[in-house]
Nanobody
Framework: QVQLVESGGGLVQPGGSLRLSCTAS????????LDWYRQALGKERELVAS???????TYTDSVKGRFIISRVYDRDTVNLQMNSLKPEDTAVYYC?????????WGQGTQVTVSS
């Protein structure tokens, strides 16, 4: 059984940075596709960034140039470096892993961008 545990959320001022980390307990394997989603209050969950098993990355338009997703294969860890944060980035951020045919979700970590 795989469990994902996120860390690194918190309160930051606009323009600041945060780094989220997600580590899997249990072996995901190098074939896992890893993502970060977020859900703001009253809104649907949205895909923020993805990294494939081969290291290819994609981002939603609103975070391009500000967020960087990366993974550490031998630690089953995926990170999200968030720079130039804006109030509209405020949300609960969720780590997601897809290892065919299973989906795994973390419990979420709150990110609040406010002065």
């Amino acid at each position: 059984q795989v469990q994902l545990v996120e860390s690194g959320g918190g309160l930051v001022q606009p323009g600041g940075s945060l780094r989220l980390s997600c580590t899997a307990s249990g072996n995901l394997g190098s074939r896992a596709a890893l993502d970060w989603y977020r859900q703001a209050l009253g809104k649907e969950r949205e895909l923020v960034a993805s990294i494939s098993s081969g290291g290819r990355t994609t981002y939603t338009d609103s975070v391009k140039g500000r967020f960087i997703i990366s993974r550490v294969y031998d630690r089953d860890t995926v990170n999200l470096q968030m720079n130039s944060l804006k109030p509209e980035d405020t949300a609960v951020y969720y780590c997601h892993a897809y290892v065919e045919p299973n989906d795994y979700w973390g419990q979420g970590t709150q990110v609040t961008v406010s002065s």
